[in-house]
C-alpha cells in the first residue's frame, strides 16, 4: 500500500511547501499535492483560488506572476521557524523526488492541463505522478487528459457509490486510479477488486486515525491518503494479507 501525504506532511510544515514535501520524502512517504496556474501560466502548488490563508496578500492566484507569489513568504503563517518558505512550483516539488517517490496532483482550476503535463515530461516524472481534479461532474476529464498524454496516468474522484457506478458503466475508460471519498462507508471489498479487474487502482482520501487505516487494509486498497501518515504507517507492519 502506497501512502501519500495530504499537501505533504501538514500538520508538522506548511502544507504546499519544499519543505512540507521534503519531510515527507524523508519518511518514506508519496505526496499529494494541489496545483494552479499564475498569471504568467506557470504551475504552482497551491490549494486555495484566492490567497491570504497561506500567503500574505489579498487576490486571487491568477492575479499574480510566479515571481511576484515567490516574493512572499508562505511559511510564517504556520510557524516562526519556516518564515521565509516560499510557493513552489510544480517543477521544483517534483525535483525533490527519489525513485520511491509518487505524486497524486491535483488540478484545480480548468485550462492547466498541457501545462502540467509538460512539466511532468520535462521532469521525465510521468511514470511517477497521476492527475486527478475534483471536478467528477465532468465525465470527460479522463479521455480529456489521455487525449494530451496517451501516458499520462489519470485519476477520478468518487464520493458515492453513484459516482463508482457511473466509472463502471463507462468500463472505466482512460481511468487508472480511483480516489474515494470514504465518509459515508460505500465502498466495499467487491467494489474494490471490479475496479481491480479493469486495472484501475483505488485510493482512500481520508485516512487519518488507525481505524480507518485498517479498514482500508482489509479492503485491499492500493493506496491511502492521510494528514497524518506517520500516525497511521505503523498499521502496516501489523497487518496479515
Request: hydrophobic fraction near 45%.
Amino acid at each position: 500500500m502506497r501512502i501519500y501525504a495530504h499537501r505533504g506532511m501538514r500538520r508538522q510544515a506548511p502544507e504546499n511547501t519544499l519543505a512540507a514535501f521534503s519531510l515527507a520524502i524523508r519518511h518514506g512517504f508519496s505526496i499529494e499535492l494541489d496545483v494552479r496556474l499564475t498569471r504568467d501560466e506557470q504551475v504552482v502548488c497551491l490549494h486555495d483560488a484566492e490567497l491570504g490563508r497561506t500567503v500574505p496578500v489579498d487576490g486571487m492566484v491568477w492575479g499574480y506572476a510566479l515571481a511576484e507569489l515567490q516574493a512572499l513568504d508562505a511559511g510564517q503563517w504556520f510557524a516562526a521557524q519556516y518564515a521565509g518558505e516560499r510557493v513552489p512550483t510544480l517543477a521544483a516539488a517534483l525535483e525533490l523526488a527519489i525513485p520511491e517517490t509518487h505524486f497524486a496532483v491535483e488540478l484545480k482550476c480548468p485550462g492547466i492541463e498541457r501545462q502540467v503535463i509538460e512539466v511532468l515530461r520535462e521532469k521525465r516524472m510521468v511514470p511517477q505522478v497521476f492527475l486527478f481534479d475534483i471536478g467528477i461532474e465532468d465525465v470527460h476529464f479522463a479521455t480529456r487528459m489521455k487525449s494530451i498524454g496517451a501516458d499520462v496516468r489519470v485519476g477520478r474522484n468518487c464520493v458515492a457509490l453513484h459516482d463508482f457506478q457511473v466509472l463502471r458503466e463507462r468500463h472505466f475508460e482512460a481511468i487508472d486510479v480511483i480516489m474515494a471519498v470514504t465518509r459515508s462507508g460505500w465502498l466495499t471489498a467487491g467494489l474494490v477488486e471490479i475496479a481491480h479487474q479493469h486495472g484501475v487502482a483505488v485510493i482512500d482520501t481520508g485516512v487519518h486515525d488507525l481505524t480507518k487505516m485498517q479498514q482500508c487494509l482489509d479492503l485491499g486498497l492500493d493506496g491511502i491518503c492521510s494528514d497524518c501518515p506517520d500516525e497511521v504507517s505503523p498499521a502496516l507492519s501489523h497487518h496479515v494479507s
